[in-house]
């Protein structure tokens, strides 16, 4: 083989699919591969919360990401998204304001809602 060509042979093989991959989003903007049993979770989640809270919980300019410290179980407990989403939260780690209770939402969807959340927050080993 002469040098032309072993040039030209690792420009295609190595150097081109390297400048491809590395062009990919990154692995953060992958859909989370969210189990079935979140499911519904999920499809509320996205219905009441994503407009502020963002699709995957990343925040928004409405409203904190959810993936985030303070909202691991230690800091705040199912109870307290319950609360959140039941009868709303006063703005206090941020500067959003205040979080309206969100008028839609059963007990069910609550709990239902905060299971998916607490799987991301695994996914995205936050805890
Ligand atoms: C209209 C915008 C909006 C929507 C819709 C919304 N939130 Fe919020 N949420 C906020 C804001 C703003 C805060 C931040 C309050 C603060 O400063 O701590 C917040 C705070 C929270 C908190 C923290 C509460 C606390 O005690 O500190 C949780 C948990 C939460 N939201 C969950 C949810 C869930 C789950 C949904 C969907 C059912 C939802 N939010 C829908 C705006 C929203």
């Not at 989003?25 to 969210?34: L, N, R, S």
């Not at 780690?93 to 998916?116: C, L, Q, R, Y």
Request: charge should be neutral; aromatic fraction near 12%.
């Amino acid at each position: 083989m002469n040098v032309r060509k072993v040039i030209l042979w690792s420009l295609g093989t190595q150097v081109l699919p390297l400048l491809w991959l590395l062009q990919q989003p990154a692995i953060a903007d992958e859909e989370p591969p969210v189990p079935f049993t979140y499911g519904a979770g999920l499809d509320k989640y996205q219905k009441m919360c994503a407009e502020c809270h963002g699709r995957w919980a990343d925040g928004t300019d409405q409203g904190p990401p959810l993936i985030h410290a303070y909202y691991v179980p230690s800091h705040h407990s199912d109870e307290a998204f319950y609360r959140a989403i039941l009868q709303g939260a006063k703005r206090h780690h941020w500067t959003f304001g205040d979080m309206e209770p969100v008028p839609s939402a059963t007990m069910n969807d609550a709990v239902n809602i905060t299971k998916f959340v607490r799987w991301l927050q695994q996914y995205r080993k936050l805890y």
